[in-house]
Every structure is written in structure tokens, then in C-alpha cells.
């Protein structure tokens, strides 16, 4: 078994059922609850959510919120006002050109306002069980700690995992990235001790040779 196979299946014995843990009722809200995220942390932004999800459930229902009520339900969330001026324009776009169905193709998302790839890899990967690979900071620092990619662009990082991870982990190796790099390999201070990939990890290894 290669590396990379073996990563992939210690990453699928900690995070069996991976997947996001941003909150949303339908295939609407968790387009607009994405597009919160966006250098917002889930917890943050389910907290804002739960809320307005509880009044506002559908596309009419923001439509009709306006911009300036929407910014003020948002506000505790960083960039409030582009984030909430994207979700009336993609949410009339969605209504007037798609039925109120959130889209299924990459190129077909990225013409909403606020939808990059990321988004819409996440988009698709979620909604529609697609095995796209969504490159967020997580993904970004663990790949590089455990030497998936030596990249420190996400469109490559993206295209680096394409090319090495097994078809089978495709469709879950975004997510069993960010809850690795979320619960264990962190940013400042990472559960090295408690990490099940440490002795296949190149940046373990290297720092204890040193």
C-alpha cells in the first residue's frame, strides 16, 4: 500500500462519516451558509445562521429581507455587507434563471456572485455527492505537513490531490482533511501526540530527527 493509500485509510478509520458541520435545511441555505464561511469560522457562522434560518427558510423569504435587513442579521459575521450583497444577487439569479434549484455544475455556480471554486467544489461535493476537492486552509496545511502537496496555491493543491488520491477517498478527503486540521493537526498547536498519521507524516518525522 502506497503512502498516500495508507493516509487516506487511517483518515477514513478516524472520520468515518466525514462531512461539513455547517448547519442548513435545504440545498438554498446551505448555498448561503457557504458563502458565510467564507474566512468565518462554522461555529461562527452556524451561530448566525440558526437564527436566520429560523425565520428566513426559503429564496422568497431572503428576497423579501432586502439587502440592509440581511446585512443587519449577518453583521456579526466578518465582510457582512459583500457577503449579504451576494446572497440577494445569487439568490434572484437562482430564482429567475434556475427555478430556485442550486445548480449541479462547477461553471454553472461560479457565475453566482460570492460562488469561487472552492465554494463550489464544497457546493457540489456536499449537495450532490460529487468527488470534487475543496481547498480550504485546512486542507491547504495538512496536505503540505503530510507532503500530499508542496504547493502553497489552492487551485494546485487542488489539482496535486486530484492526480495522487485513491478514486475510492475522492469523494471524502475534503472534509476528512478539515476535521484533521481542525481537530488535530492545528495551525498553532497540533495533537502530534494523539495523531494516528505522525510516523507517515513528513513533517513529524522531520522535526524528530532533528
Known amino acids: 500500500m502506497s503512502k498516500v493509500e495508507e493516509i487516506c485509510r487511517r483518515l477514513s478509520e478516524s472520520f468515518p462519516n466525514p462531512t461539513t458541520e455547517l448547519e442548513y435545511i435545504s440545498d438554498y441555505t446551505f448555498l448561503v451558509s457557504v458563502v458565510l ?45 459583500r457577503k449579504a450583497a451576494n446572497i440577494i444577487a445569487h439568490s434572484a439569479i437562482l430564482k429567475e434563471k434556475y427555478a430556485g434549484i442550486v445548480p449541479r455544475s462547477r461553471e454553472a455556480l461560479e457565475e453566482l456572485p460570492g460562488v469561487g471554486r472552492k465554494t463550489a467544489n464544497v457546493i457540489m461535493n456536499i449537495l450532490y455527492n460529487a468527488p470534487t476537492i475543496a481547498v480550504d486552509t485546512h486542507v491547504l496545511r495538512v496536505s503540505g505537513r503530510l507532503g500530499l502537496s508542496d504547493s502553497s496555491n489552492p487551485v494546485k493543491v487542488e489539482i496535486d490531490l486530484e492526480k495522487i ?24 498547536k497540533s495533537s502530534c501526540s494523539s495523531c494516528n498519521l505522525k510516523d507517515i507524516c513528513d513533517t513529524y518525522t522531520t522535526q524528530s530527527m532533528l
Open 165 to 188: 488520491i485513491p478514486d475510492i477517498y475522492k469523494t471524502n478527503i475534503s472534509n476528512m482533511l478539515v476535521l484533521h486540521g481542525r481537530y488535530i493537526c492545528k495551525a498553532k
Open 37 to 81: 464561511s467564507a474566512q468565518t469560522t462554522d461555529i461562527q457562522v452556524n451561530k448566525v445562521t440558526s437564527k436566520l434560518f429560523a425565520k428566513y427558510k426559503t429564496i422568497d423569504d431572503i428576497l423579501a429581507l432586502g439587502l440592509d435587513n440581511l446585512q443587519e442579521e449577518i453583521k456579526s459575521i466578518g465582510l457582512y455587507k
